[in-house]
């Protein structure tokens, strides 16, 4: 179907397909078993009767679902033909530059802060964002200070399907971690996040380990 994406996006937007429209049918086709597409029409309409007697609307069930796609038309024809005739070219161009732009910086944005939290909370430790020079000399976006000397983390957000790039990072980011580590006494960790199931997650969640080791290694080395 040409326009099944459109059909799609018109009834979730009206919420023609919801419950309260066309009944639970994930409920009622586990509860029928049907063996066939007949099976299964059959039963949706025996439900979808006593569904509609329920609420009092005395339609038969086959017309009840003709006049939601008479609905669905109207919407489409009426409603959103309306608001495409409205588009610009400037609203295109507007609404592509803020999908790559702005939104992704704030999905990033997002995305570290997410992390940020969930590494303080892991740690125990205050976390501080770096200075800019950091940032720019080091490749260091946050920064733990134990003692007089200080551990660096950079937050690295990468889809699940570019993991297998992240050790090409490290290798990039290598000498300029060497020298904070040199300069500042403490290592820096990559944390590398990806979203998953609409959650954000720590993918490396080791490196939280390799931190606290880190931690007391330079307390004891500040202690001695």
Not at 73 to 85: A, G, L, M, R, S
């Amino acid at each position: 179907m040409a326009a099944e994406w459109l059909l799609n996006k018109a009834t979730n937007r009206w919420g023609l397909n919801k419950k309260h429209r066309v009944g639970p049918v994930s409920e009622w086709i586990r509860q029928c078993a049907p063996k066939s597409l007949e099976d299964w029409e059959k039963c949706y309409f025996e439900n979808l009767r006593a569904f509609l007697h329920s609420k009092g609307i005395d339609i038969p069930p086959r017309d009840y679902i003709r006049g939601l796609g008479e609905k669905l038309y109207v919407k489409i024809t009426e409603i959103i033909q309306k608001e495409v005739d409205e588009i610009t070219v400037e609203d295109c161009i507007k609404y592509l530059q803020s999908l790559v732009l702005d939104r992704t910086f704030e999905g990033y944005v997002t995305e570290i802060k997410t992390i940020y939290s969930m590494l303080q909370k892991a740690l125990g430790m205050d976390i501080r964002p770096a200075p800019d020079e950091w940032d720019r000399t080091y490749n260091v976006d946050f920064y733990i200070q134990v003692g007089d000397q200080y551990i660096g983390l950079q937050i690295k957000p990468l889809t699940f399907e570019r993991w297998s790039e992240a050790h090409k990072w490290g290798d990039v980011l290598k000498a300029s971690h060497e020298k904070f580590e040199k300069d500042f006494g403490g290592k820096v960790f990559i944390i590398y996040s990806c979203e998953r199931n609409n959650r954000k997650e720590i993918v490396n969640l080791g490196v939280i380990d390799e931190i606290q080791a880190e931690i007391r290694r330079l307390r004891s080395w500040g202690e001695g």
